[in-house]
Each structure stands twice: as structure tokens, then as C-alpha cells.
């Protein structure tokens, strides 16, 4: 068996997550690895996903059994894949959920920049202390 080519690339995730896996059009791999992982942690993120291309996971379409397999793990002879249909709600409930977080903490971000600016973050942070304390503003 040959070894096929592997591109491989550290970086900062924005979101959990040790390793992704893409399969290129010309059949070489490129994997990205979180770059905030530990060095032992990227070692183990890369043989996590040599396993997925050497394993043939790519022309798989069961995500369970190829999870199971590239952690070593034996699947079940009466094993049978969660439809996705079933998560699909959720992920959409989640995803709109995280959406309004993120709008959150953009507006968070913006009133403190403002904040820090106009009266210095001394008295910022005096005011989120306060804030705090007291479950009110100054």
C-alpha cells in the first residue's frame, strides 16, 4: 500500500476541536492541526487522522463506525447509525443559539471598548465590579 500525500498545517482553531481532514481532487490530503495544542497533542491529533486516510474513511459514509475504528474501538455486529435527522434540529437550535451569543459579545465588546476609552479601565472595571456586587448599574 502506498502512502498517499499529506499536506499538513498548524492552526488556531476558533473553536474546539484537535484535528480536521480534508481529501484534495487530486487525492493528496491536507490536515489541519489546532495549533493550541500541546505537542504530544498534535502528534496525537496527526496519527488520528493518518488512521482516517490510511483506514480509507473517505469513501465511508457512516461517521459512527468510522469514529469507532480510528479510536480503536470494534463496532458492534447489531451496531446501527443514528439517522442525522435526528440532530438536525438540534444543531439548527444550537446554531441559532450560538449566533445570538456571538451577536451578544460583539455588543459586550463594542460598550466596553467605548467604555475603556472614555473613562479609562480603572473605572471600568470599578463599574463591572459594581455591577457585579450589586446586580445594577452605577
Known amino acids: 500500500m ?5 499536506n499538513t498545517f498548524l ?42 486516510i490510511n483506514n480509507g474513511d473517505f469513501e465511508k ?20 447509525p443514528a439517522p442525522v435527522s435526528m440532530y438536525e434540529e438540534r444543531i439548527k437550535q444550537i446554531r441559532k443559539r450560538r449566533k445570538k451569543i456571538q451577536k451578544v459579545f460583539r455588543e459586550k465588546e463594542k460598550e466596553a471598548t467605548i467604555m475603556m476609552e472614555l473613562h479609562g479601565p480603572e473605572l471600568y472595571f470599578r463599574h463591572l465590579e459594581y455591577k457585579w456586587l450589586y446586580n445594577e448599574d452605577m
Open 61 to 80: 459514509t457512516d461517521v459512527q463506525s468510522i469514529e469507532l475504528q480510528a479510536h480503536g474501538l470494534k463496532v458492534p455486529e447489531d451496531f446501527t
Open 2 to 6: 502506498t502512502t498517499p500525500d499529506v
Open 11 to 52: 492552526v488556531n482553531f476558533p473553536s474546539p476541536g484537535k484535528e480536521m481532514v480534508v481529501q484534495n481532487e487530486d487525492g493528496t490530503y491536507t490536515v489541519l492541526i489546532n495549533a493550541k495544542l500541546s505537542q504530544d497533542g498534535r502528534v496525537e491529533a496527526y496519527e488520528h487522522a493518518l488512521r482516517h
